[in-house]
Antibody, heavy 119, light 111 residues
Framework: QVQLVQSGAEVKKPGASVKVSCKGS????????IQWVRQAPGQGLEWLGW????????IYSRDLQGRIAITRDTSANIVYLEMSSLKSADTAVYYC????????????WGQGTLVTVSS | QSVLTQPPSVSGAPGQTVTISCTGS?????????VHWYQQLPGSVPKVVIY???HRPSGVPDRFSGSKSATSASLVITGLQAEDEADYYC???????????FGGGTKVTVL
């Protein structure tokens, strides 16, 4: 069965960087795009960016461009989200989600990774 | 402020019908981009309940339906049940932003 398993919770200080991983299994990793979405405590969903696993092409949210990087390791079926210059406003649950192969909706989600930014 | 506007909350008694609107513009819904709807139960991961404006994934009850017109879309829950109490988000693409967009979310309360 399709699974996206994310790395564990992180606590970071303001100004630091964080790297969250998302390992896919149960499907052909290269055939899909993975998107990252975050949710601050008590808030809605915010799209961060996506990567096409086949060629590594990425698209980022304009609000975060310059502070985030999404990469992938096709040999291990893992996608990474790295975010730099962290602020307290970046405290959120970060989700990876798979885009359906032929449509634009997100059909499978990771369990989420809580990133806490606090001094 | 979200590019897609949803009411913060709607409520209804069991068995009633509730409608959640998602209002966009000519650079997203009005440009022809598909709208999808996700349900997020308390403490859970979002799950798609409607994709491509009107389609229901297998396993989603047929009391969930979607529609799209001009620059807006709607999610309708007919015969509301207690287990439908959740947050609902619409999702589309915006050509001006060159990126994916979500509505701000609507909390559905079953009275």
């Amino acid at each position: 069965q399709v699974q996206l398993v994310q790395s564990g919770a992180e606590v970071k200080k303001p100004g630091a960087s964080v790297k969250v991983s998302c390992k896919g299994s149960g499907y052909s990793f290269r055939n899909y795009a993975i998107q990252w979405v975050r949710q601050a405590p008590g808030q809605g969903l915010e799209w961060l960016g996506w990567i096409y696993a086949a060629n590594g092409n990425t698209i980022y949210s304009r609000d975060l461009q310059g502070r985030i990087a999404i990469t992938r390791d096709t040999s291990a079926n893992i996608v990474y989200l790295e975010m730099s210059s962290l602020k307290s406003a970046d405290t959120a649950v970060y989700y990876c989600a798979r885009k359906h192969v032929a449509r634009t909706y997100l059909d499978y989600w990771g369990q989420g990774t809580l990133v806490t930014v606090s001094s | 402020q979200s590019v897609l506007t949803q009411p913060p909350s709607v409520s209804g008694a069991p068995g009633q019908t509730v409608t959640i609107s998602c209002t966009g513009s000519t650079s997203n819904i009005g440009a022809g981009y598909d709208v999808h709807w996700y349900q997020q139960l308390p403490g859970s991961v979002p799950k798609v309940v409607i994709y491509d404006n009107t389609h229901r994934p297998s396993g989603v009850p047929d009391r969930f339906s979607g529609s799209k017109s001009a620059t807006s879309a709607s999610l309708v829950i007919t015969g509301l049940q207690a287990e439908d109490e959740a947050d609902y988000y619409c999702h589309s693409f915006d050509s001006s932003l060159s990126g994916v967009i979500f509505g701000g979310g609507t909390k559905v309360t079953v009275l």
